[in-house]
């Protein structure tokens, strides 16, 4: 592994969020921390002291700066979601492969602007949604693809939620609903659904931030799924999948729970209850850096995938805004 | 228990569900088998034979005849929905106590008119959901009204499918729905949503009975409560409810997996997952049919619970088949 290709990360921004990606790029073999990039020169100090970045590191009081450096040839960029379009978009017009946090973008009219910056470029894309390169992800897929195991997929519920009181500052409907969009998706092997209708009141705060939503989405077949989210409820992060032969759970699939050295997956295969177990040496942050880093050092065309993945989840978050937004109408899904 | 007073019941109807009811009257220690009616005298004595019911029970050739029967105190009514207005009100006009399968009525103006006869000849009724009366539910139910344990309730989720294949001549909401509203209004202490709002294009057979279907409803403090309800799919009973301090699963609420002697459910409180194991020495149909024999033999009024249960319980069904009919608009639900 040691003479694998050196992806050299810059980091722009200095969120909570940052600190697992640092420590995930310091675990993968084919990564490493070039610059870290925030509002101020002692601010991306104070976080690369705080995160054992390499003392090589070069510290910038800007994000222009890291897209500058010829050292730098990805950016994770962990800036408030507002922001990513802008950066992202000059990351790659920089030539930067680009790793950006969820919700990528307020919009998929943005998303499209970062996505057609990377193609343009022909840098790699990929959001941070680091369950989906957990193995135990890979092996629930086969499940769910398994026309004896699961069967025909008749219908889905997710519900993601953590408490952090009356007063965040993203919506219900950002990181958590990405996550339970995301889960969704992969239970349809990433067929949209024909329509989405959000649930009714959905809980805000007084300055409007969504608090707890959830909606129904239908396919053209029949199959339902279901997910609400909420920054009230106590930590949940479920997904259950009801098939015509058999089921799955899984209660932990954002961020597997610490105590489990091989997260776990339930089936229900022929009314036996198997539990299935996956174990990874890295933690999920690190295999998804390593698989962007792969990617991009490749020196093949980019991956599409996960820019399709991307782009298939936020057109899905879009639909519920726009169902809230319109007294809970049923809107469309449209790729 | 040998000299506990005896229920002696008159089975209306020889159905497959009725079997379970016979066997469940033979192990209450308060009731007994007196006479079964069925639309041939023969029908009867078949099912007499093969339930084992007691030698002295009298078989009839209809279902007015064991109405007739002095020696009957209680009907259990097996006949189909359709029929179950008509020999409700009769057999309560006729002073038998009346206990009745699900679903219940068609409507609940035809159930009003069996709980106001009922009521005017002061006979004891009950629907025959059975898993209400095992123990695990009192359990459940004491979780889910704990501030400290669940918290405040956010969300509900229910699944209860059975897979029947392409033809079944009952809706799945009839009884599947049957049983989630019943188990969601477990969950908010039998407070009837404000309002709920069916999905769009339920799965339909080719004569237009409900294969797959499913709704959610909500309350006006924000609390949300979403169902799934097939046919098609493998067998479920599955409800989960989220609150702000813990949450709850169970997966058998329906019947209780026959392999286990002590029917589970779980909990997750402060981050630790507990498995309650809750035994009972008798099945729950006959705790049901025992509870029912002690209310209908106590000499006091009748009981009023179980009548608002089912009322609460059809009045939302009522309000999902109109969310259907009229294109899956909200439609507020009103007691």
Request: with cysteine.
């Amino acid at each position: 592994m040691a003479e694998q290709r050196q992806i050299r990360f810059g980091i722009l921004g200095c969120a909570t969020v940052a600190r697992k990606l640092a420590r995930a790029i310091s675990l993968a073999p084919n990564a490493t921390i070039s610059a870290v990039g925030s509002s101020t020169a002692e601010k991306a100090a104070a976080f690369a002291a705080e995160n054992d970045c390499p003392a090589t590191a070069k510290l910038y009081g800007s994000y222009d700066a890291v897209l500058d450096d010829p050292d730098v040839d990805a950016v994770y960029i962990a800036l408030p979601t507002s922001l990513h379009v802008r950066w992202a978009v000059l990351a790659a017009q920089k030539k930067k492969h680009v790793l950006v946090e969820k919700p990528v973008a307020l919009n998929a009219a943005e998303l499209d602007l970062i996505l057609a910056a990377c193609e343009s470029s022909g840098v790699q894309y990929m959001d941070a949604t680091s369950w989906m390169h957990h193995p135990r992800t890979a092996k629930m897929k086969e499940f769910l693809s398994d026309p004896l195991r699961l069967g025909q997929l008749k219908s889905v519920h997710c519900n993601v939620s953590f408490s952090v009181g009356e007063t965040p500052d993203v919506d219900a409907l950002g990181d958590n609903a990405w996550h339970s969009i995301g889960a969704v998706l992969l239970t349809t092997d990433y067929e949209l659904p024909e329509s989405v209708t959000a649930f009714r009141d959905p809980e805000v705060n007084e300055a409007g931030v969504i608090l707890s939503c959830g909606a129904s989405l239908k396919w053209k077949d029949g199959r339902v799924a279901t997910f609400y989210c909420s920054s009230l409820a106590d930590m949940a992060m479920d997904i259950f999948a009801y098939g015509t032969a058999g089921k799955l759970r899984v209660h932990d699939f954002v961020t597997p729970f610490p105590e489990q050295s091989a997260p776990s997956f339930y089936t229900f295969e022929s009314y036996r209850l198997i539990e299935h177990g996956v174990n990874s040496e890295l933690p999920q942050d690190a295999l998804m850096v390593m698989e962007f880093c792969n990617l991009a050092g490749s020196g093949s065309s980019p991956e599409k995938k996960w820019a399709v993945v991307s782009r298939k989840t936020q057109l899905v978050v879009d639909a519920i805004m726009a169902s809230i937004h319109k007294g809970f109408e049923t809107i469309e899904v449209v790729y």
